[in-house]
């Protein structure tokens, strides 16, 4: 940190400035087309955005440009935004300061889509199909043939084709600290998949040196490339973790199908793609991404973590995109350069709220990182911890604006997910990434179910986590994630009714168990709208309302939050 507390305040302010006076005015074709942020059909349970259209222009955003934006220039923004400061001080009234997703279904849930699908939480994936990840059991098979070098980022790597042909990314761990990057990437990535989100297929990758020889194109620089040799091969592997001589330990992330249309933007959309109905921001998935990525840790939050590719039936000109998430190396304890910065995770790059903190107190404020007892001692392991974590402190290096967009509804999504996973299933992520340090694997089990149990319980205490409502003949049935998931005992449910006419129902008492006689407070009406809550809690309840067809009872919609 710089000793003068003002200089990054003065630093950001220049250059919110900067980024001022040179703001391009928006065009024309930016203008979001009318059909964008139309609320998902009510009884959908995939949004159709796989349509066959023309590919769409490759992105190629800034690095720079995007961190100067989402780290000073935002943040600065926000800082001085008035009517946003006032729905802040509405929301400590208990308004909801953030409109609700564009995305989300009757049953408040996201529909599967190119983006995202449903998987955890509603049916559950195999321990097997956990610790295969996205691409099943696939691992590069020797000998690697070096087809380009890396020039982005901060590890040094290369591009590779193995002997079944496929192309993979190899990215070299930090030395002094084999499989801390590619292990961390190998964890979260089989859990982010097993949510239902599409990510990259990476392995913990162990390589020799007599197993890489380098591509003819490559040594003689053609296509206007530097020449490289062998040797300059051996000057880069020299930055990289090995084990024994000529032994490296490296992520081996598998090209993913499709032609590259580049980065996806947390922020907007794509122009060209008339599938991409949604502003990102309000996209559910990406907002409740925030709760997972605090879980896991992912604090290396930006534009440029994610892949949008472009796939076509075989012979075929059309296709449509797909939306990946990408490269989650800088998650748990790890980060590019070995163990992540012990700030990371409790402070953005640019914290404005601590940087002001620090500046009032002259420096005497005690931070979380501070008091955190992050180093493990475990070179494969890093800097990670559960005991200071708390759910809604989290923060990435910088906060995205679908994180900023997030409502109680979002959150109490993301948990859900989080919470849907067993223990088991945590095993079985962290055995994909076959940990050499039998130290690593008790670690980080340990932590990853303090940090599911917190993530759940938080939440689970401002929404009432009853969810999966269904109507049985007379009966409505429900499921209390809480008890499912062995937070709490068994527990009573309040709950209030209004009828057609505005005219509210409540029982007398609350009623035990998750299921409850519709006819106890249905009384000629064709229309119920319900508030389930816990008992004795201050979670907000959960609203559901059921039509009557004929002389049935039908579900019509569920909001939490």
């Known amino acids: 940190m710089p000793r003068n507390p003002l200089y990054p305040l003065a630093l950001a302010a220049f250059a919110f400035l900067i980024a001022a006076a040179h703001a391009a005015p928006a065009s024309a074709k930016n203008i979001p087309p009318p059909y964008r942020d139309q609320p998902v059909r009510e009884d959908t349970a995939v949004d159709h955005d796989g349509r066959p259209i023309v590919a769409p222009a490759e992105r190629d955003p800034s690095l720079w440009g995007h961190l100067f934006r989402e780290a000073i220039v935002e943040p600065i923004s926000h800082a001085f935004d008035i009517p946003n400061k006032i ?24 529909p599967n889509s190119s983006w995202f699908t449903n998987r955890n939480h509603v ?11 996205s691409f099943g059991e696939k691992r590069p098979a020797p000998p690697y043939e070096v087809k380009s070098i890396k020039k982005k980022g901060f590890n040094p790597g290369f591009n590779i084709k193995d002997s079944a042909g496929n192309r993979w990314v190899v990215k070299l761990d930090a030395p002094g600290h084999p499989r801390i990057s590619s292990g961390a990437g190998v964890v979260s990535g089989r859990l982010i998949r097993a949510a239902g989100f599409n990510i990259s297929h990476d392995e913990a990758f162990i390589f020799r040196r007599d197993e890489l020889k380098l591509d003819p194109d490559l040594v003689q620089g ?6 490289f040799s062998e040797e300059n091969l051996d000057s880069l592997l020299v930055r990289g973790a090995q084990a024994d001589a000529g032994v490296y330990h490296a992520s081996a992330s598998l090209f993913l199908p499709g032609k590259v249309v580049g980065p996806f933007s947390f922020r907007g959309s794509r122009d060209d793609d008339p599938n991409d109905r949604f502003t990102h921001k309000n996209r559910r998935e990406l907002r409740g991404l925030y709760v997972f990525y605090s879980w ?10 994610s892949l949008d590719t472009f796939q076509t039936p075989k012979d075929d000109s059309l296709g449509h995109v797909v939306h990946h998430l990408l490269d989650v190396n800088g998650s748990l304890g790890a980060a590019a350069e070995g163990p992540k910065p012990i700030r990371y995770g409790y402070e953005q790059k640019v914290d404005l709220g601590w940087i002001a903190k620090r500046f009032v107190t002259l420096g005497f404020v005690v931070e979380p990182w501070r008091r955190a007892r992050q180093e493990t001692g475990i070179p494969s392991v890093g800097n990670l911890e559960s005991e200071e974590f708390v759910p809604d402190e989290w923060r990435p290096s910088q906060y995205m604006e679908p994180f900023r967009k997030m409502t109680l509804g979002d959150a109490y999504w993301g948990a859900k997910l989080v919470a849907s996973f067993s223990d088991a299933q945590v095993d079985a992520a962290i055995d994909a990434a076959a940990y050499e340090d039998p130290r690593a694997r008790a670690y ?22 009853l969810d999966f409502f269904e109507v049985s003949g007379d009966m409505l049935r429900f499921h209390d994630l809480a008890v499912d998931r062995g937070l709490v005992s068994a527990r009573s449910y309040e709950i209030e009714a209004e009828d057609d006419r505005g005219q509210t129902v409540r029982f007398d008492a609350p009623i035990a168990g998750t299921a409850f006689r519709l006819r106890d407070i249905a009384r000629d009406t064709t229309h119920l709208s319900l508030r389930v809550g816990v008992a004795g809690s201050h979670a907000k309840p959960v609203r559901v309302e059921l039509d009557r067809s004929g002389s049935e009872w039908v579900l019509a919609r569920v909001r939490h939050g």
Do not use: C, M, T
């Not at 049916?123 to 990840?133: F, I, L, M, N």
């Not at 896991?296 to 973590?305: E, P």
């Not at 089990?445 to 401002?462: G, M, Q, S, T, V």
């Open 222 to 227: 053609k296509d206007g490339e530097e020449p």
């Open 87 to 110: 729905i802040w001080v509405a929301g400590i009234a208990g308004v909801e300061k953030n409109q609700e997703a564009s995305n989300v279904n009757a049953f408040d849930e996201v």
């Open 123 to 133: 049916r559950h994936v195999s321990e097997a199909d956990v610790r295969a990840g």
């Open 296 to 305: 896991i840790n992912n604090w290396d939050v930006k534009d440029h973590q």
């Open 444 to 465: 980080l089990r340990k932590i990853l179910l303090e940090r599911r149990d917190k993530i759940a319980r938080y939440w689970f205490e401002r929404v009432a986590p």
